[in-house]
């Protein structure tokens, strides 16, 4: 699930002011949505052109199109068992609660939970680690159920033992 879309803030290819809107969301350590500097292209391409240069088949892989908040979205999953599910979602800790809730529910018996932007409070340095928001959602969350068995950069993997 991804909404597939890049959401280039209202100013463009405005380079002084996409930085500024970095440094903003560096700043307050929070989501700041119109800090998405992603392109506008289609990532559905992307995604299916991935699958091709690893020589791996996409046939049963369905692109679900939407934000992991989206009731519409739930609503197609809820009930549903997954190996594998990312969660790169929200950063209000508000937002990440919720997803985590939700979709760890979805992840079958010894299937994995990645959270994204979710590893600055655990040790390391040479990456990018996340945002604060995110990692203390996933730290007040536990992982009931799972084990965290990696991490990388800013990715936390659980994986699912009950």
């Known amino acids: ?25 560096r700043y307050y350590r929070e989501d700041v949505r119109s ?9 559905s391409a992307t995604v299916h052109r ?9 046939a049963n892989v369905k692109l679900l199109k939407g934000y992991s908040q989206d009731e519409q979205v ?28 939700f979709y760890a529910s979805l ?14 409070n655990l040790p390391g340095t040479a990456f990018w ?8 959602a996933a730290d007040d969350w536990g992982g009931p159920g799972f084990v965290n068995m990696l991490n990388v950069g800013h990715n936390r993997v659980y994986k699912r033992n009950l």
């Not at 991935?50 to 996409?58: A, M, S, T, V």
């Not at 999953?77 to 919720?98: C, K, N, P, W």
């Not at 992840?107 to 600055?120: E, H, M």
Request: with cysteine; net charge negative.
């Open 1 to 25: 699930m991804s909404p597939f879309k890049g959401s280039k803030p209202w100013f463009g290819d405005n380079r002084v002011l996409q930085r500024c809107a970095q440094l903003i969301s």
């Open 35 to 43: 800090a998405n500097l992603y392109e506008n292209v289609d990532y």
């Open 50 to 58: 991935i699958f091709d240069e690893f020589g791996l088949q996409d």
């Open 74 to 101: 739930r609503q197609q999953l809820a009930g549903r068992s997954f190996d594998v599910i990312y969660i790169d979602g929200g950063h209000r800790y508000e937002e990440v609660t919720q997803d985590l809730n």
């Open 107 to 120: 992840v079958g018996r010894g299937g994995y939970l990645v959270i994204d932007d979710a590893s600055c």
């Open 129 to 136: 680690k996340g945002h604060e928001s995110v990692s203390r």
